[in-house]
């Protein structure tokens, strides 16, 4: 079966189940389904089984590092880890090896979490739909007969996770890549405030804009994961009801072009926020959300091409055609239009801001549509509408699940705060999450 954290905590307590007997179950899992979902680039099943006999031995002696020891995760395969290999998604990097650890790996590994593997990841994390060329594209586990984006950039991640063959994953979003894979593969993603969580040792697209999140299945595994990256951890408490909270809602300009099953699941989240004591406002941004777009794309492809220009500016070079399209442009991004963008988006943030005072969260569906056939996503659009505009506002936000459609397809909310605020947001999402109550499992679930 497919672990949560909090199952894993629970049988660990009760002396049901042993970090040991968790990794092998992870492991038989990925056996037997990855050869389909395809979420994994490498595994460490030596040093992962190792790991679990040390969890193991720290429960058993009453020495637990933490809520998260014993906790088998995964980490997009942008994250470094001294001695392994990390190809950022790229072909031309198949054998490059890592001489550091990024920090957020080492503060799992620090809290006792027991790394099973790298998952794979859009190149260089330069897209949404979750798509490589040439390392393989993820099988969303949600249909199994329909090859469909599992979103991205954090591909494997989203799939490994919500297949079941591990409990928890690391993502990276720059505009969505945490919280697009968790809307298509119906998973909660965290998308942190740039700056909370360091990003050394994580191979950047866009430094300003680059942030880790937390991948997993409820918002309470995602809260254990996130307490365990934060450099100072507090513990959350995550309330049964909101009242008293301001919400935001989008306005009718807003909601055109959602498409119907994502927008009925989208109002009907609305009514269970209110149900909780919410207060719901219609909010009608100073700056139309499509309208963010522009200074995004400086920001993020002038960055982009300055990290990784020499592998894209290489005709003969190994590399996703589509991914090499949206690099390329930075090339012509002059210092006067780059200083242009990172001052936009400081006024931006500042009038934003000031439109929302008094309000607490604002909710959106996380994407616009639902998770389409990987030959049916236009390479040239993004699903990242709603996503982009958060990190482009230097905002925190959580994509949670709010129901699966007729034709078994996961809808999703996103739940976005100001900066430094991820405790409401994740507070709002646990009780969300608890008055929606369960939804089913994909097809493809372990």
Wanted: charged share 20%; aromatic share 6%.
């Amino acid at each position: 079966m497919g672990y949560s954290i909090t199952q894993l905590r629970e049988e660990y307590s009760e002396g049901s189940l042993t970090p040991t007997d968790a990794v092998e179950a992870c492991f038989r899992n990925i056996e037997e389904l990855d050869p389909q979902v395809r979420a994994w680039q490498s595994l460490y099943q030596s040093a992962a089984l190792l790991a679990a006999q040390d969890s193991t031995q720290r429960l058993h002696s009453g020495a637990s590092l933490g809520p998260f020891d014993g906790v088998p995760f995964a980490l997009k395969d942008i994250l470094e880890i001294e001695g392994e290999v990390t190809t950022a998604g790229c072909a031309e990097w198949i054998d490059r090896r890592s001489t550091t650890t990024a920090e957020v790996a080492k503060r799992l590994l620090r809290s006792g979490g027991i790394l099973l593997g790298k998952t794979k990841t859009v190149e260089f994390a330069m897209g949404g739909w979750g798509t490589n060329q040439r390392m393989g594209t993820p099988h969303n586990p949600w249909d199994d007969a329909v090859q469909r984006t599992p979103g991205g950039s954090s591909s494997g991640s989203g799939a490994a996770v919500a297949s079941g063959m591990v409990p928890c994953a690391i993502g990276t979003d720059t505009g969505g890549s945490v919280r697009l894979p968790a809307a298509f593969c119906g998973i909660v993603g965290l998308k942190t405030t740039e700056g909370l969580i360091p990003t050394n040792g994580i191979v950047p697209l866009s430094h300003t804009l680059d942030t880790p999140g937390p991948m997993a299945r409820s918002v309470s595994d995602a809260v254990t994961m996130f307490e365990a990256m934060v450099e100072h951890p507090s513990s959350i408490e995550l309330p049964e009801d909101i009242t008293g909270l301001k919400i935001g809602y989008l306005s009718d300009g807003e909601r055109e072009g959602i498409e119907k099953d994502q927008l009925d699941a989208y109002d009907n989240a609305l009514r269970i926020l209110a149900n909780l004591g919410a207060t719901l406002v219609e909010f009608d941004p100073p700056k139309p959300f499509e309208d963010m777009k522009e200074a995004t794309f400086v920001i993020v492809t002038a960055e982009g091409y300055f990290h990784h220009r020499e592998i894209m500016n290489e005709p003969e070079a190994k590399v996703d055609e589509n991914v090499r399209k949206r690099f390329l442009p930075g090339a012509s991004i002059s210092s006067t239009d780059y200083v242009a963008a990172l001052l936009e988006r400081q006024m931006d943030c500042e009038t934003f801001l000031q439109s929302i005072e008094g309000v607490h969260a604002l909710v959106t569906p996380t994407t616009p549509m639902l998770p389409p056939p990987v030959d049916e996503a236009n390479e040239d659009s993004t699903p990242a509408r709603f996503t982009r505009a958060i990190n482009y506002l230097s905002m925190c936000a959580t994509s949670i699940p709010s129901g699966v459609t007729d034709n078994q397809l996961p809808t999703s909310i996103q739940i976005a705060c100001r900066g430094g605020d991820e405790i409401t947001s994740l507070q709002i999402a646990a009780a969300y999450e608890t008055a929606r109550g369960e939804l089913p499992a994909p097809t493809l679930y372990a």
